[in-house]
């Protein structure tokens, strides 16, 4: 093991490892612990969420979208049709809360045929690059656990009728989870206990595979970053893509009119100034139920994870470290004593990025709202709201076969 991993585990009194001094670590493991990044476990110690002062934020309503959408079309179609315009599929999840333990993107929502979650954005995709006559280069971020499976899965369904040549996988990295003391949690005899680092790192994700290197190949200015689990999601939109073009901003920001107060999305706002995002549970109720002079509310734009940014300003925050949300979770280990422990509530810390950090490193925002009923059809339940059922009745009311 390399000295400075030694050095860590004996200044930091590390429990479960505490025996790889003396005895040889695991490859895997030994890889793990010589790419972690030891400051996260100073971190610990001061938790406190520093979030700047939220002000309103208003966004480009869709009569103003309406009223300039074949300008905003045109633009955004001539910047795809030169390849300008890439899409970041953000699909690491896997569907467990539907009861399904494989990629989300690979769960079925067809009723009288297969329609699967991946087939559905793909060809919300392809309507535009049927448009432009080009391929949208289109990048897939996966995660440790269904990397394998959903390749086998593009391959498998031909690419949904998309040329592969435009697909690239990469995998989203992992950071590793410590114990409430600051003990690195360990999850088999060969590896940590690691978890995805948050929807925020899939630019750095991509970096780390080597795919800057076919962003700037293929001359890629523009990056449209959207959720697997929304399957109305619009993408490469040219209408949204020409409206930030156009507005000489570095991002833009799809979003939809809340259905009400309290729903559960982040909304748009300024923070010390800047465009940023709010998240639900940190609106007060005043501030959630706060009314324009016309009745709408001040904080009444919901973000849907559909985001566009500009590439150069993408790697000039590459190097800034994106702020880290840490968050109590329940994550099965051994103890120093070789047992395999399944905590009950939870036992430890895990390290995330959020993209709506992002979004305030950019400095400047266009939000752009849409048609919550044409665009908005998050699948996170079984039943319910924003469920498997909720999503299918959207679908059909848009005209899509199930």
């Known amino acids: 093991m390399k000295d400075f991993v030694t050095e860590k585990i004996q200044s930091t009194n590390q429990k479960y490892l505490s025996r790889f001094l003396t005895e040889q670590a695991p490859a895997k493991l030994e890889k793990q612990l010589e790419e972690m990044n030891w400051t996260y476990l100073d971190m610990i110690h001061d938790r406190e969420a ?13 009569s103003e979208v309406e ?22 599929l953000l699909a690491g999840g896997q569907g467990t809360r539907l009861g399904f333990n494989k990629a989300k993107g690979m769960f079925n929502v067809g009723l009288t045929k297969e329609l699967y979650i991946f087939e559905q954005l ?8 049927d448009a432009a006559g080009v391929y949208v280069p289109l990048y897939i971020m996966t ?3 269904n990397d394998t ?9 031909a690419y949904f009728g998309y040329d592969k040549n435009f697909v690239k996988f990469f995998v989203q990295e992992m950071v590793p989870a410590v114990d409430f003391d600051g003990n690195v949690l360990v999850e088999s005899e060969d590896s940590l206990a690691m978890s995805p680092n948050g929807n925020g790192g899939w630019f750095s994700s991509m970096i780390k595979a080597g795919l800057d290197q076919d962003l700037k190949a293929k001359g890629v200015e523009w990056l449209n970053v959207f959720a697997v689990d929304n399957v109305l999601q619009q993408i490469a939109d040219p209408v949204f893509v020409g409206a930030v073009m156009e507005s000489g901003r570095v991002s833009g920001a799809k979003v939809v009119r809340k259905a009400d107060p309290h729903e559960k999305v982040g909304a748009m706002c300024l923070e010390d100034g800047k465009p940023s995002i709010v ?29 566009l940014f500009r590439v150069d300003k993408l790697f000039a925050i590459a190097d800034k470290q994106m702020p880290l949300h840490i968050v109590e979770k329940k994550v099965p280990y051994i103890d120093e004593n070789g047992n395999a422990i399944k905590p009950e509530t939870p036992n430890a810390f895990k ?23 044409k665009e908005f059809a998050p699948i996170k339940n079984a039943t319910g709201t924003d469920s498997v059922e909720s999503a299918r009745e959207l679908l059909k009311e848009n005209g899509i076969e199930l």
Request: proline content about 3%; aromatic content about 12%.
């Open 351 to 373: 390290f995330e990025t959020l993209i709506l950090d992002m979004v305030y490193l950019m400095d400047d925002c266009l939000p752009v709202e849409v048609d919550r009923r």
């Open 67 to 88: 009223a300039k959408k074949d300008e905003f079309y045109k633009t955004g179609l001539e910047a795809i049709k030169q390849c300008k315009v890439g899409a970041i």
């Open 279 to 307: 998240e639900y549970y940190e609106l007060t109720d005043e501030m959630a139920e706060a009314k324009n002079p016309n009745g709408s509310l001040q904080y009444g734009f919901g973000v849907i994870l559909n985001y």
């Open 122 to 129: 793909i060809a919300n995709l392809k309507k535009v690059t």
């Open 143 to 145: 995660s440790e656990k």
């Open 50 to 62: 520093k979030r700047g002062t939220f002000s309103p934020l208003t966004a480009m309503e869709l």
């Open 149 to 157: 499976d959903t390749r086998a899965f593009f391959e498998e369904h």
